[in-house]
């Protein structure tokens, strides 16, 4: 559509807001004629916010769902419980840093020191003496020692 107001100001239309809420740009040609330029892909500021409002709910949803899953490996992996080790994740900001220090601590389930009976560390005591790698001294107190735990 193409109009010429007098003294070359746009018409009443260039003014006015489109269908989709946003302003009508007109843009003047070399004859002096305005005409209004539509551009269907301008967004409104409503979708924009809502694209927004999204991205952040997105970005929310995956940190919680990365924060559980590593809140569970850890915990599996460690032998802790699993849900209380979900809970302390979510519960504040430094619980995912809690539960990574409790399974570091806890280390991995079946990691037992090998408990030897007396007649083996007797005889390992014996061979530490006759390969001159403990005194007779050392050997009299290590194995009075292995004695008392009887």
């Known amino acids: 559509m ?15 807001l489109d269908d989709g809420g946003q302003p009508v740009t007109c843009t003047q040609q070399p004859d002096g004629t305005w005409t209004p330029d539509s551009s269907p892909f301008a967004p409104h500021p409503l979708e924009l916010a809502t694209l927004g409002f999204l991205v952040v709910l997105l970005l929310g949803v995956a940190g919680t769902v ?31 840093t809690a539960t990574y220090l409790a399974s570091s601590l806890r280390g991995t389930p079946g990691a ?11 005889r390992e005591l014996d061979r530490l003496r006759s390969e001159g790698l403990v005194t007779e001294d050392e050997h009299a107190t290590r194995r009075a020692a292995i004695l008392d735990d009887v």
């Open 66 to 96: 990365w924060r559980v899953r590593a809140a569970r490996s850890m915990a599996r992996r460690a032998g802790l419980d699993q849900g209380e080790a979900v809970r302390m994740a979510l519960a504040s900001e430094d619980g995912l």
């Open 2 to 16: 193409t109009r010429t107001e007098e003294g070359g100001m746009p018409p009443d239309e260039c003014f006015q």
């Open 112 to 122: 037992a020191p090998v408990v030897r009976d007396t007649a083996t560390r007797l």
